[in-house]
């Protein structure tokens, strides 16, 4: 069942789901608890197992968040990431998330250790130097800082319109209007 509940004094939208030890799940960069939904009965075995706890992080799908980007470092993610497993009632827990779900999982995992019993962590962003960081990385960056500068010169609508002209960005007209309205 789908709910809101203020984590760090931001209104974030929650699920939780299963039966068993509990498993936070973060979402990928612009994207939300939906994308993780949508896939949500091929997970019915591990919803026997776990109770999986997935969510919009701060600014992203439902959720609210800070005007000022400087709210979005790993630590303000993280400490929300560790929160809503003590809203769930846990002390300890399962953490995990793709992209940047990943790399939140992996603060808690360094700064709390405490609290995490394991970690998930599917394609983890290009964290530490840019000497350590292969090409796909650095275009990756690229990509990001791209969207940033867009967002910040455009705003985010105009940007994800721009975005849709790029090659890659869907392989479909329909596949491209649900990119859109996913980042939107």
């Known amino acids: 069942m789908a709910t809101f509940a203020t984590i760090n004094g931001h209104r974030i939208h929650y699920r939780l789901d299963g039966e068993g030890p509990l498993a936070v799940f973060g979402h990928g960069l612009m994207g939300s608890m939906g994308q993780i939904e949508e896939n949500l009965s091929l997970l019915d075995a591990l919803l026997g197992s776990v ?41 300890r827990a399962f953490f995990g998330g793709a992209s940047m779900g990943a790399a939140t999982a992996l603060w808690v995992g360094v700064e709390q250790p405490e609290k995490v019993r394991g970690l998930v962590l599917v394609m983890p962003p290009p964290l530490g130097q840019r000497s350590m960081r292969a090409a796909h990385e650095h275009q990756a960056l690229q990509a990001l ?23 890659g960005f869907a392989t479909s007209p329909e596949e491209a209007d649900k990119r859109a309205a996913a980042i939107l």
Request: aromatic share 8%.
């Open 51 to 91: 109770r999986l706890l997935t969510y919009d992080a701060r600014g992203h799908g439902q959720s609210g968040g800070p005007e000022d980007v400087a709210g979005y470092t790993w630590e303000a993610l993280g400490r929300d990431m560790s929160e809503l497993a003590t809203h769930a009632g846990e002390e």
């Open 145 to 167: 800082e791209m969207l940033a500068a867009g967002v910040e010169n455009f705003g985010v609508e105009k940007t994800v319109e721009l975005a849709r002209m790029f090659p």
